[in-house]
């Protein structure tokens, strides 16, 4: 079946009303992207929404436009360029205007973080976060909490370590985010690596490796790559017996999985640590 250009269709139905605003018009395919019942053409919705950004005179009109063409490209990959410029203009318009409501001024502030953590832009995605967290009243606590962690992600991403250890250990105090437990402690691990304090971050590994993430196969692959960031950091601290028996550990584990590719993994490791002990012996 020819794949319906809903994008197009509606567009032209509108043009034939006189009484229609071109805000009314960019509202009205808004509309249709917001529906998760309508089907419509990516690349037709576009370049709807991009002719009416070209004819727009106001600042409403290029504010919704704007707004509307981040979220379109928001749907697909490797738009982050684009999100990242009708986003921003989309809040800079809004900043005067105030027409867009709490949700809409969260979606733009949260996009631009995924965007600008996609570019590895650490810092810009961390002043993107924060004004989402700061727009996410509406929102409940779990997603709050998980907004936080985000955050602390970023700290620890912009060298900001303390303050990331910090926000951690108040998340992980959460009983209602058990299903990110095991993702907290590894924060924890890597916060704590950083500044230092081995004895802690070796605690929050090995609490990792107990967590039950709730299906067999995510509960395993959290405690193949607990073992492993603890085999590492022995090997680091020089506790160089006790790094070689928690690869071979790893190695049984993954053989008692039946994964020949996680077992194939943790053979080359243990290969790699092997060849590491013979250079430093040298």
């Not at 229609?20 to 990516?42: A, Q, W, Y």
């Not at 203009?89 to 973080?113: C, D, G, M, P, W």
């Not at 067999?216 to 193949?224: A, C, G, L």
């Amino acid at each position: 079946m020819k794949k319906l250009n809903v994008g197009s269709t509606l567009l032209n139905k509108i043009f034939k009303s006189k009484k229609s605003t071109l805000v009314s018009k960019i509202l009205e395919l808004g509309k249709t992207i917001e529906d998760p019942e309508r089907m419509f053409s990516f690349s037709g919705m576009r370049e709807d929404l991009s002719e009416l950004l070209a004819s727009s005179q106001t600042n409403e009109e290029k504010l919704y436009a704007n707004y509307y063409l981040s979220m379109i490209y928001s749907k697909s990959y490797d738009y982050e360029s684009e999100i990242i410029s009708h986003s921003t203009i989309a809040l800079e318009l809004n900043a005067t205007l105030k027409k867009l409501n709490q949700e809409q001024v969260f979606s733009l502030n949260h996009r631009l973080y995924e965007a600008y953590s996609e570019f590895n832009e650490h810092q810009n995605a961390l002043e993107y976060l924060q004004a989402a967290i700061a727009n996410a009243n509406h929102r409940t606590q779990n997603e709050v909490s998980n907004l936080i962690a985000l955050k602390a992600a970023c700290f620890h991403e912009v060298g900001r370590y303390k303050e990331a250890l910090q926000l951690n250990k108040e998340i992980l105090s959460n009983p209602d985010l058990e299903e990110i437990k095991h993702l907290i402690l590894n924060n924890l691990a890597n916060n704590s690596y950083e500044l230092g304090l081995m004895e802690d971050a070796e605690h929050y590994l090995k609490e990792m490796s107990k967590t039950d993430c709730g299906y067999p196969e995510d509960t395993f692959i959290n405690k193949f790559n607990s073992i492993f960031q603890l085999a590492v950091l022995k090997f680091e601290l020089g506790e160089i017996e006790k790094s070689t028996n928690l690869f071979q550990q790893r190695l049984k584990l993954a053989i008692g999985y039946g994964d020949c590719d996680y077992i194939e993994e943790a053979e080359i490791d243990i290969q790699q640590l092997y060849e590491k002990q013979l250079s430093q012996q040298n």
